[in-house]
């Protein structure tokens, strides 16, 4: 897997490579993370063109957006160079999906409504394309009812949602309302492109995930857990599933509700986790995600009494290791084997020997120190480690961070696949 390592450091996504993107721009304060958008659509080998509403310029210039995007930034319906070069219609056909980033609450209203009073609210109404928006409001309009039942509305007609997050918002409030991070807009592309021919880009691979914390029993009633949500793994697994892999997840106890299309065997200790990991082989895929007890305890078949005497002492044995295991090298040896470190302190340093030591392709790096707030909670700061160096990831909510990590998975058999072929 090396040499497609190399180019995967490189970030290109080929789910995005020559897609047609029209973007529309309207008029909020997170139109200024456009150009952003622009430059990293345009590094995946998207090809954007603008629309900018009169909103929208307020916060960002047409010439940066024609700039970025290497195209006339399109702002006025009655323009007649810009209607005989480019009338609104062929401007909204031309192109594989419509994006609307930043969405505001009168945009979307405007969509929900049907009007058509400039360029870029034209477009939308002549299009036939597909359409995604990345709402971005105050949280009082976000949670408006007018707003949320545009929103429903929008749904019903299967226009596409990315965000919002929570979050400090321009106004000087926090709440939901924040447009989604330019990545997670990215991934939620991506996992648009991937689904709509056939059935994704890793239709013919076999993934395995593990997830969540296994328990040790002590006795029948006690074990020995950990924090561990299954969040992660979880949102792993549905990304795979969803990019058209045919998952199996090991999941340990945990609340989470299971993935659509993914079959879920539930284990509760390491041992019955490596051998459902076992009994899941061979598998293209594999990611640990889950945080495995080190040690199971010497198990009492009856409860431990409180006599008043001297505490228990627990015999421990160490657990088998699942990730170093299924990594080792042999016939059964899954094509990309990734593994996680949660770790509280020296992250990067102790992530890279844990990659060697466990012979995993590639590792990512958590930072699970009580600020991070990662253990249960909805985001998570990531390092992908692999042979080529260390990549950092902004913070994302566990979801995107699958998504993202699926997409870089997706690129890895696809280039592979490019090789041999
Ligand atoms: O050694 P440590 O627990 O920090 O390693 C973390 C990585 O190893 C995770 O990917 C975890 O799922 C995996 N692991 C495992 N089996 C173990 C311990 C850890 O699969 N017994």
């Not at 995946?44 to 930034?73: D, H, M, W, Y």
């Not at 989470?256 to 076992?278: I, L, S």
């Not at 958590?366 to 985001?379: A, H, L, R, W, Y």
Request: charge should be neutral; aromatic fraction near 4%; proline fraction near 5%.
């Amino acid at each position: 897997m090396n040499t497609i390592m190399r180019d995967l450091t490189a970030g290109p996504t080929p789910l995005l490579e020559n897609k047609r993107i029209l973007l529309i721009v309207a008029g909020g304060i997170a139109a200024v993370k456009a150009p952003d958008l622009i430059r990293r659509l345009r590094e995946r080998g998207a090809q954007v063109r603008c629309i900018l509403t009169k909103g929208g310029a307020n916060f960002v210039t047409p010439l940066t957006l024609a700039s970025l995007s290497g195209e006339k930034c399109y702002q006025d319906l009655f323009s007649l160079t810009d209607e005989s070069e480019m009338g609104h219609i062929r401007l909204s056909r031309e192109a594989d999906i419509l994006l609307v980033a930043p969405a505001t609450a009168d945009i979307m209203a405007k969509m929900a409504h049907g009007m058509a009073d400039d360029l870029a609210t034209t477009a939308l109404l002549a299009t036939d394309k597909p359409v995604m928006i990345a709402p971005s409001m105050n949280v009082m309009m976000w949670t408006h009812p007018a707003t949320q039942a545009n929103l429903q509305t929008l749904q019903t007609r299967d226009v596409r949602i990315v965000g919002p997050g929570a979050g400090d918002l321009a106004c000087g409030e926090v709440g939901d309302g924040r447009m989604a991070e330019v990545p997670e807009i990215i991934a939620a592309l991506a996992r648009f492109f991937a689904k709509a021919p056939n059935r994704g880009p890793l239709s013919s691979l076999k993934a395995l995930v593990t997830s969540g914390p296994t328990h040790e029993p002590i006795d029948p009633v006690r074990y020995i857990g950990n924090r561990s949500s299954g969040k992660q793994g979880h949102a792993i697994a549905a990304a795979l599933a969803e990019l058209g892999a045919d998952v199996t997840l090991v999941s340990g106890p945990v609340t989470e509700a299971d993935p659509d299309g993914v079959k879920v065997v539930r284990v509760e200790t390491a041992k019955q986790m490596m051998k459902a990991c076992k009994d899941a082989l061979p598998a293209q895929i594999v990611v640990c995600a889950a945080a495995v007890a080190d040690w199971a305890a010497d198990t009492r078949e009856a409860k431990i009494k409180k006599d008043g005497g001297a505490a228990p002492t627990l015999k421990l044995s160490e657990n088998p290791d699942i990730l170093a295991t299924l990594a080792q090298k042999g016939p059964l040896r899954p094509d990309l084997v990734i593994g996680f470190a949660a770790e509280t302190e020296n992250l990067v340093e102790n992530a890279k020997a844990k990659r060697a030591r466990k012979n995993c392709d590639w590792l990512v790096a958590n930072d699970v120190s009580q600020m991070s707030g990662t253990f249960g909670g909805d985001s998570n700061t990531v390092h992908l480690v692999t042979a080529d160096g260390v990549e950092s990831w902004p913070t994302l909510k566990k979801r995107a961070v699958a998504e993202r990590l699926a997409e870089r998975i997706a690129a890895a058999f696809n280039h592979q696949s490019q090789h041999q072929s």
